[in-house]
């Protein structure tokens, strides 16, 4: 992948990061996950944070995670198909 001098160091750190805790998911699905964050960090920044909440709550975090993408379908299903 090549970076151009305008690219975010955010963006830098964050396609990084994402490669290296989801080194077994193929590149083609990573950079489509990393583009739907790019297009809308508040959206994957409130979902971190109800999943933190209910963690923290006692619920397993599977659950929790489940739960509240479950609840963001409709938004997640947006940027999937504007990826």
Do not use: H, W
Request: proline share 5%; aromatic share 8%.
């Amino acid at each position: 992948m090549c970076y151009t001098p305008c690219m975010s160091f955010q963006g830098f750190l964050l396609r990084q990061y994402a490669k290296f805790k989801m080194k077994d998911v193929p590149e083609a699905q990573r950079d489509q996950m990393l583009a739907m964050v790019e297009k809308n960090p508040d959206l994957f920044k409130k979902i971190g944070a109800e999943i933190e909440k209910r963690t923290k709550g006692g619920e397993p975090q599977m659950k929790a995670t489940m739960e509240v993408m479950k609840k963001y379908r409709e938004e997640l299903a947006s940027l999937m198909r504007d990826s």
